[in-house]
């Protein structure tokens, strides 16, 4: 009976300990709201085209900070494979070099998400970028865990407080161009159309400066260099 009752404790200890090491402050959300699991692997592959950085394939993921106060948050990645274009990650505050190759595991820097905050995860593949004529096929797929940033006292560096969520991202593209919507990557939001300042509907932006229309019917300005 008592090694019965060891044995029952270890195991109980052992979850716990392994339950642990998943902290919720940070989770994985689609646009809806919906948490994207520890584990999950999240398969995409919509092509939008971005008015600086061409035709990409976007994750569609947000992250939102669960808590009752303000926390930083960074994403640990590593591109496991990729077939042509370019792996991008911006968030939460600055973009990072793009991945060409299968790489080692990489972070963001970290920022500061408000209580209840769901930020935009601006996370893509690039499968052709602005100018090119040659576009990706196939996949592209990479692993995202989230992890809670703490300041260290005296300074402006930060070390890990504890690890959140890790989800694998497959972006795949079969080379179609059905269906090529469009999104301003500052926004998340889809673009129904293009204009120019005299109101000249455009096929696709010009240099300068164009009128970008949203599909929730806001409107913003946006220079093309």
Do not use: H
Request: charged residues 20%.
């Amino acid at each position: 009976m008592k090694k019965l009752f060891t044995l029952c404790a270890a195991m109980l200890m052992g979850s716990a300990m392994a339950f642990g090491q998943v902290d919720q402050t940070f989770q994985f959300v689609d646009k809806d709201g919906n948490v994207v699991a520890d584990g999950t692997t999240w398969t995409v592959s919509e092509k939008v085209e971005d008015l600086g950085k061409g035709t990409m394939i976007p994750s569609e993921l947000y992250v939102k900070n669960t808590s009752g106060e303000a926390a930083n948050v960074a994403v640990d990645y590593q591109v496991t494979q990729i077939s042509g274009g370019s792996f991008m990650i911006c968030f939460p505050l600055t973009c990072k070099l793009p991945v060409t190759d299968a790489s080692e595991l990489l972070s963001t820097d970290p920022g500061e998400l408000a209580a209840g905050e769901v930020k935009f995860m601006e996370t893509e593949w690039v499968v052709k970028p602005f100018g090119s004529d040659v576009e990706a096929t196939g996949t592209c797929t990479a692993t995202l865990q989230l992890k809670v940033m703490e300041q260290i006292e005296g300074s402006f560096k930060y070390e890990v407080k504890a690890y959140g969520p890790k989800i694998t991202v497959v972006f795949s593209n079969e080379g179609t161009t059905d269906g090529i919507g469009s999104v301003d990557a500052a926004t998340g939001k889809k673009v129904e159309a293009y204009y120019s300042l005299s109101g000249r509907r455009l096929r696709v932006p010009q240099k300068g400066l164009n009128i970008v229309k949203f599909a929730d019917g806001t409107a913003r300005k946006v220079v093309v260099k």
